[in-house]
């Protein structure tokens, strides 16, 4: 009920409105709901009397004989007036007043599933709970759901008014000053365990355990919950024809050579990828590099790197980082890192990524941060798994670099001039039909299967090694490395040999020079200026370090904290192949010997 307020007049009052005999000012709606008849039947002449202008339900709900039916607590969200007038020819016209009250409207969402989710300390997201799924929404996405639910749940003639009220007051109703007073609450998601990995369709849970793969229901979830789009846009079937995937084949061919079959290291990456488990004993980056040649110089790519991380997107949720341009010191690098991402890849780094800042990434946890909001960091269990492609040597170094990083050799099969649409006569993904998806979806089970029993399973590293260690080292040093340890890497037991690392100024006998004075002295006069004034001996340390890494052999094994060995103040070098002797029997990499049970004799 508003003023009554008539005509104004030149002098900027108002008068009554024709036929109200109420003053100024006072509470009267007879001009506000005729002003609400007359924009909506312009053309018929109205009469307003003003004992028919009274409200006949203040606080009644708008309702018809439709909207009636529907039941449900919506009913009683909005308050609204109803007021008859009668026109010349005696009809009686019905609109209706409507206001929309702040209070019931933050109940109604509270009751349909709307909450605040505490990510981090005093960091809130709005969501959306429905049967254990949850929605990440904003403000604009909650002014939609209202919007329209008005429109699908109530009548024409109501939800028009309804919508007016609702755009007369959006700016307040769908403000984040009043949208925060909606309550927080706790949510726990759901997580793989050690022995289970599990994928989430419309119809249920695709579950695999190292002895089975079957269907469940999200029943079984209890109170748990998973994010919205941890739930696949299809439906799992028992019953899909066992034939091989595209997929399936284009990981055979990417992961087979003349010299070996790494078919099975590629599988259980896959697994490891997939599964949303936190194990802080493996820790592992998987890269995805080039075995052809010209790595260093020419990267030629194309080899299917892409694609293969690109299918396992299609049942994890990935953050993709550009690798070329990605810099650690930008405080936003990581801004498009969601709070339910599952993989975070940086896409053909370049060759001075510093693999060092992205293992304490990974051991610390990733952080992200958008602009112009403040930064958080994910909990240890959902911190996202790494993944990476190269076309060139990745840097790094010692036991963190090879306890950290998981490398993935691809073949030579596709490159630039042979695709894998030549090879498979349609583009992967988007020209795929059901039957293809479902081969897709069970054979990415079957490789969570395989790592599920088996781990981890590394291939031969050799090559890739060898070419590590020509990429950083000089082929002189690496020719002198090759002499000195020569004794070492044919012995058939375990021994160690001991060098000086530099002689001292004291020092002048030749018989008796160090590494740095040996490696020095074979080279030309322009190469050993060089080294002499660039000479570091922490570098030459390092250089050497690599090198024995490349060939297996352990440096300074017996040093002290520090790694160093000094005897009577002179540093030594001690080189050592016990590893080669006392390393653990490798894991036989055979795809046949390391099979899993297939889906139609796991399940039943």
């Known amino acids: 009920n508003r003023p009554c307020r008539g005509p104004r007049s030149k002098a900027g009052t108002t008068s009554p409105a024709p036929g109200c005999s109420r003053p100024r000012r006072r509470a009267c709606g007879c001009h506000a709901w005729a002003g609400s008849i007359i924009r909506s039947v312009p053309s018929w002449p109205i009469t307003i009397r003003r004992h028919q202008m009274q409200p006949a339900c203040c606080a009644a709900t708008a309702s018809s004989p439709s909207s009636s039916q529907r039941g449900g607590p919506w009913q009683t969200q909005i308050v609204a007036g109803r007021a008859g007038l009668e026109s010349d020819d005696g009809d009686i016209i019905t609109t209706f007043i409507c206001k929309i009250d702040s209070v019931k409207l933050i109940n109604f969402l509270i009751y349909i599933g709307f909450a605040k989710y505490e990510f981090a300390e005093n960091m809130f997201k709005y969501i959306r709970v ?66 289970s990995c599990c994928d989430f369709f419309k119809n249920g849970i695709l579950k695999t355990t190292p002895n089975e793969i079957k269907i469940t229901q999200y029943s079984e979830l209890g109170e748990t919950n998973i994010w919205a789009n941890q739930v696949l846009d299809s439906e799992i079937r028992m019953d899909h024809d066992g034939e091989a995937s595209d997929f399936e084949k284009f990981v055979e061919m990417i992961s087979r050579d003349e010299s070996s079959d790494r078919r099975i290291c590629f599988e259980t990456a896959i697994g490891y990828l997939r599964h949303n488990f936190y194990n802080p004993s493996i820790l592992k980056a998987i890269a995805c590099i080039d075995s052809g040649n010209g790595l260093e110089e020419n990267p030629h790519g194309r080899s299917g790197k892409g694609l293969l991380i690109n299918g396992i997107s299609k049942t994890r949720k990935l953050a993709l980082i550009d690798g070329k341009n990605f810099d650690p010191q930008d405080r936003f690098s990581f801004q498009n890192v969601e709070l339910d991402t599952q993989i975070i890849f940086f896409d053909d780094v370049h060759k001075r990524f510093d693999m060092e800042y992205l293992f304490s990434q990974m051991t610390e946890r990733y952080s992200s941060q958008e602009k112009n909001k403040k930064r958080f960091q994910f909990q240890r269990e959902s911190n996202p798994k790494t993944a990476i492609t190269s ?153 050497i370090s690599t090198y024995c890494t490349a060939e297996g052999l352990t440096l300074n094994r017996s040093g002290a904290t520090d790694g160093r060995i000094r005897i009577n103040g002179i540093e030594f070098i001690e080189i050592d192949n016990y590893s080669k002797f006392c390393a653990s029997p490798k894991v036989q990499t055979s795809p046949k010997q390391l099979d899993c049970v297939s889906p139609a004799t796991s399940t039943k």
């Open 130 to 195: 429905v049967d254990n799924v949850v929605k990440e929404e904003t403000e604009e996405t909650i002014q939609g759901f209202v919007f329209h639910f008005v429109r699908t749940k109530l009548d024409e003639e109501t939800s028009y008014d309804v919508e007016g009220a609702l755009m007369s007051g959006v700016t307040k109703l769908f403000s984040n000053v009043l949208l925060r007073s909606i309550p927080t609450k706790k949510i726990r998601f759901y997580s793989d365990t050690k022995d």
């Open 391 to 543: 076309n060139y040597i990745l840097k790094g170094d010692g036991e963190s670099y090879q306890d950290r990083i998981f490398i993935l050799m691809f073949s030579n099969h596709f490159n630039k001039d042979h695709k894998p649409e030549a090879e498979f006569g349609r583009f992967f993904f988007y020209q795929w039909n059901d039957e293809e998806w479902q081969r897709f979806y069970w054979y990415c089970a079957l490789c969570s299967q395989k790592y599920l029993r088996h781990g981890l399973v590394e291939g031969d590293m050799s090559e890739y090694m060898k070419r590590r260690k020509k990429a950083q080292l000089d082929e002189e040093l690496i020719d002198f490395f090759d002499e000195i340890t020569l004794e070492l890497r044919a012995a058939d037991e375990s021994k160690n040999i001991r060098f000086k690392l530099q002689i001292g100024s004291h020092e002048s006998d030749i018989d008796n020079l160090g590494l740095v004075e040996l490696y020095s002295s074979r080279l030309n006069q322009q190469k050993k200026a060089k080294f002499d004034k660039e000479y570091k001996p922490g570098r030459f340390k390092t250089m």
